[in-house]
């Protein structure tokens, strides 16, 4: 069915001006059939991929990426605002077990941390809101530019690009960027470092080969790129080495949620090599905290509204849904205290319940999915839980073509990619992709859950 949305709820003038330009008979073939033969983009989305690109126009652009740099800095600020500048408080606070907590505090007091990460966002007809920030080096979304360049195969698209002065940034470019900042000092002279993109054991034998192609294509940017998982490592000398090759820099893909105690036990001569400088881990755990769903929470909090500034405030309130614990009591929209189970059942249609250390959408429940009797037993059981309950943010509807001349809406999930500026992101603004969901009730817009993926093209 070919639908169109109310012009008081069209945010992107672009997605309307493409959509109209291929109006009528269709022409030039598929749109993304050079994106469907792209064999490491079929293995990351199994061809499930949107008709066009989204687009970003400059203002906008400009003043989201401002508002994430503000909210990152919040975040990584929170130790010293609300916990006397312990990590360990923070990582308790956010219900990471005593092990979990042991090893992010303890890879805390390593290295650097460089802003790396992805925020979540859906734009509501008024402006983006965020749903989740995910800071850390476990990102998917370094395929990102190689849908651009496939998308613009298109003739169509291509000539509308140039019209416009439209651009993309290159996510891959601005994380290999971040991950050598982040390395500095343990670089190599007179070679090129050896970065081992890792994971757990058992993860690597799901996800290995994506891991491969990423590290195949770190060769692009002048980068030695090793997939393995923790196992693989030995430590001769001290450092790690990977099949006899001495690895500088560790890019982590494993998350806390992975941290059992055989894991542990393979990461400890690691953080060691970490600690005495002889390899650099790209991030370190405490990237974890700061991009948990509950630390969301903490800057949404109304009780915690003094330890920011004017423009803090400002900035929050423009960009954070109302978010809170699964606490027996907390604050309302307008500050009043309420009891959460009773505020929770009344607005079931309007809120969601995540956990808080799980990623990918796992243990999310959309109230307005859910049974009534579910629902109210999902959030007594989080209750006092490593839990949080989001209200809901209603993505407005953006055009796409649908093949036959005519436009499909979408609701978009936006993944835009924040990274130490520089050469290839000047703002910190490192591209994105969007997920598309022709559902406006959808819980959350995933690949799994039948999203389709498409690119991001940015005017200014």
């Avoid at 109006?23 to 749109?31: K, L």
């Avoid at 994430?68 to 609300?82: A, F, I, K, N, W």
């Avoid at 073509?401 to 130490?420: H, I, K, M, T």
Wanted: glycine share 12%.
């Amino acid at each position: 069915m070919t639908t169109t949305s109310p012009p008081d709820l069209r945010r992107s003038p672009l997605g309307h001006a493409y959509a109209a330009r291929l109006a009528g008979p269709v022409r030039d073939g598929d749109p993304a059939a050079a994106a469907r033969d792209d064999a490491d983009l079929t293995l990351a989305y199994r061809g499930r991929l949107l008709s066009g690109p989204a687009f970003l126009g400059a203002d906008e652009r400009a003043a989201l990426t401002a508002d994430l740099r503000t909210v990152y800095g919040l975040l990584r600020s929170l130790p010293e605002r609300l916990f006397g500048g312990s990590v360990t408080a923070l990582a308790e606070a956010v219900g990471m077990t005593a092990g979990q907590t042991a090893l992010t505090a303890r890879s805390a007091r390593t290295g650097a941390l460089h802003p790396l990460g992805r925020a979540d966002l859906y734009h509501d007809g008024g402006r983006f809101k965020l749903l989740e920030f995910n800071i850390t080096s476990a990102l998917g979304g370094f395929e990102n530019a190689d849908i651009n360049r496939a998308m613009l195969a298109y003739p169509p698209l291509r000539e509308f690009v140039g019209q416009h002065g439209l651009g993309y940034r290159d996510t891959l470019g601005c994380m290999v960027q971040t991950m050598l900042a982040e390395g500095a000092a343990t670089l190599p002279t007179g070679r090129p470092p050896v970065v081992a993109v890792v994971d757990t054991v058992d993860n690597f034998a799901i996800v290995g080969p994506r891991l491969r192609v990423l590290a195949a294509k770190l060769a692009g940017y002048g980068v030695e790129g090793i997939a393995c998982h923790l196992g693989e490592f030995t430590y001769p000398d001290g450092r790690p080495r990977v099949a006899g090759r001495t690895v500088d820099i560790v890019l982590r893909y494993f998350l806390p949620e992975d941290l059992t105690d055989p894991v542990a036990a393979q990461l400890e001569p690691l953080l060691t090599a970490v600690e005495r400088g002889r390899v650099c881990l790209v991030s370190r755990l405490d990237a974890e905290l700061y991009g948990n769903k509950g630390t969301l929470a903490m800057l949404s909090d109304e009780r915690h509204r003094e330890e920011f500034d004017a423009a803090e405030r400002a900035c929050l309130d423009r960009l954070l849904p109302w978010t809170r614990y699964v606490r027996p009591h907390v604050t309302d929209l307008g500050g009043t205290r309420v009891d959460l189970l009773s505020y929770a059942v009344a607005r079931q249609d309007d809120l969601v319940l995540k956990p808080t250390l799980l990623h990918g959408g796992s243990g999310v429940v959309a109230g307005w999915r859910a049974g009534a009797a579910d629902w109210e037993r999902q959030v007594a059981a989080a209750m006092d839980g490593p839990y949080v309950v989001q209200h809901r943010v209603r993505p407005v509807a953006e055009p796409f073509p649908d093949g036959a001349g005519g436009v499909r809406d979408q609701f978009l999930n936006w993944g835009l990619y924040l990274s130490e500026p520089g050469a290839h992101a000047e703002d910190g603004y490192a591209g994105g992709f969007v997920r598309g969901s022709a559902d406006p009730d959808v819980g959350v817009v995933s690949v799994g859950d039948g999203a389709r993926v498409g690119c991001v093209f940015h005017s200014g």
